[in-house]
């Protein structure tokens, strides 16, 4: 594992996905949400959420430099952490997942 130079920082996007919390259940419940959100009640019943555990375990993951390999490039909370680590050598050779910033536009201060 390959680990940043001292002082730097690794990127790594991610997006844990569904996940059921306190947020969730204000959106199920609430007006709010039936109104904005009306079919998140479809998504848990059709198993489309993933448990709190297994997105805290991709955190601890990326803490530990499981992913460094994969630093400017999107992990999500749905993936199996076993065959992306097993993945990543391929991933980062087709340039798979990476995002990127087309330009960055700021007036002089």
């Not at 991610?14 to 199920?28: K, N, Y």
């Amino acid at each position: 594992m390959t680990r940043p130079k001292s002082g730097a920082c690794s990127l790594l996007p991610w997006i844990p996905g569904l996940v059921r919390t306190a947020m969730t259940e204000l959106q199920l419940y609430s007006e709010a949400g039936k109104t904005y959100m009306p079919n998140i009640q479809d998504l848990f019943d059709n198993g489309v959420n993933i448990p709190p555990s297994r997105a805290a375990a991709v955190i601890v993951d990326i803490a530990a430099g499981r992913f460094d390999p994969l630093a400017g490039r999107l992990l999500r909370g749905v993936d199996d952490r076993d065959e992306l680590e097993q993945e990543m050598k391929e991933i980062v050779a087709r340039d798979g997942r990476a995002l990127r910033f087309s330009s960055v536009e700021q007036p002089k201060l």
